[in-house]
């Protein structure tokens, strides 16, 4: 609820109020900084610390914002503007969303100021600024590919690079190895960690007791976070007077009923991830990601036997193969009488069938890899009958 918004349109408080007064059944509040005290700053203070980084840098600057972001995207092109630089939006997200802020007037644009990113080569490195996306690391990002030297747009030393965003939780990682690719190449990168170019767009504690008070909603549900933002978002709501049994917290697929004035959680239905795979969707599950966990990581070791029907003796075999174990093929020879012993014993005790024989073999050679190596690669039994 920013106070000094940029566009100047208020959060209309009078509007929460008049639907308090007529009666909130359930209210559903954004919980990412509910752990954070105090209040955002507003979206203005960052102004200067931009002016700053602007008037300091020698070469290209590259800002990378969410595409959603338009009021931070105005005060990137109002210094770009005021420092004499032209600006090319990089990346289709980016290119499109500012295309329609522009359009509805959300979004102010001074003549000329904004070019096309293939018209970049014809001016110098310090009359340019590039937005893109890509601020949270993600890999097919703009931002991310430039740090991957993956992008038609090479970082150079000297140029400036503008992370103007906080980092998600469970980003951590894939931001700093942004950051430690573009800084690899010579870049100087600005984050929140070193200067105040970013403020959240997510409510602080402050106010979200200050919403609930003036809501005054008879249940509430906490979401948009991990379950620690979660919780602390639903304390807060107990404190301003929120019945502890009229709040809920539930996960995605839970099933929350609101029948007399009260909100509970009912039952659940199947719901998660849809995997994409080649053309087709949602045919990959858990199961076959784990199978490819194990062969990325571990390998594959094949072992092949053929085996009398009537007698459930060897008769061929068995022939040991891996790939991508880092096994040579040679050492398991010393596995190869171990296999023989236990498929002898087996067949002693009647028994023939292949498929008990299959986990008979992968469970033999499964603990011979794993007591040799340290290792648990995939291990595909084939057992013929004769």
């Known amino acids: 609820m920013d106070q000094l918004p940029l566009d100047g349109r208020l959060t209309d408080l009078h509007a ?8 909130i059944d359930l209210l559903l509040s954004d919980s990412t900084n509910a752990e954070v005290p105090g209040f955002v700053p507003p979206e203005r203070d960052i102004s200067n610390v931009l002016r700053t980084v602007f008037a300091n840098a020698q070469k290209r600057i590259i800002v990378a914002s969410f595409a959603s972001h338009v009021h931070r995207i105005q005060q990137i092109l109002d210094a770009a503007h005021e420092y004499g ?25 001074p003549a000329g100021l904004v070019v096309d990113v293939k018209t970049l080569d014809d001016l110098p490195d310090d009359e340019v600024v590039l937005v893109c996306t890509g601020s949270q690391g993600e890999p097919m990002a703009a931002l991310s590919r430039m740090a991957n030297r993956d992008h038609q747009i090479r970082i150079v030393p ?12 469970g980003n951590e990682n894939a931001v700093y190895r942004v950051i430690n690719g573009l800084t690899r190449w010579g870049a100087n990168v600005v984050h929140k ?11 602080s504690a402050g106010e979200l007791l200050y919403f ?3 809501c005054k909603p ?5 979401v948009h976070g991990e379950w620690r933002h979660l919780r602390a978002n639903a304390e807060l709501g107990a404190l301003t007077g929120v019945p502890k ?111 008990q024989l299959q986990q008979l073999v992968r469970r033999t050679v499964g603990k011979w890899v794993s007591d040799t190596y340290r290792r648990r690669p995939m291990i595909l039994p084939v057992v013929v009958e004769v």
């Open 16 to 23: 929460f109020a008049r639907l308090s007064e007529e009666g």
């Open 85 to 109: 630089r032209r600006v090319a939006f990089v990346g289709r997200s980016m290119v499109r969303n500012m295309g329609i802020a522009r359009d509805l007037g959300y979004l102010k644009v």
């Open 158 to 169: 000297g140029d400036t690079v503008i992370l103007a965003s906080s980092l998600i939780p």
């Open 193 to 203: 960690g070193n200067a105040k170019v970013h403020v959240s767009g997510h409510a």
């Open 212 to 214: 609930y008070n003036i």
């Open 218 to 222: 008879k249940n509430l549900m906490p």
């Open 245 to 355: 049994d009229h709040i809920v917290i539930a996960e995605d697929g839970v099933v929350v009923d609101l029948i007399d004035g009260k909100a509970k959680i009912v039952g659940k239905v199947q719901a998660g991830y849809v995997y994409v795979d080649g053309l087709s969707v949602g045919d990959v599950t858990e199961t076959h990601l784990k199978d490819r966990r194990i062969l990325g990581d571990e390998g594959i070791i094949s072992v092949f036997i053929v085996i009398d029907t009537s007698s459930g003796k060897i008769v061929g075999g068995p022939h040991i193969q891996a790939r991508g174990s880092g096994i040579d093929d040679g050492a398991f020879t010393a596995v190869v009488p171990k296999v023989e012993e236990a498929l002898n014993k087996s067949a002693q005790d009647g028994v023939v069938e292949p498929h």
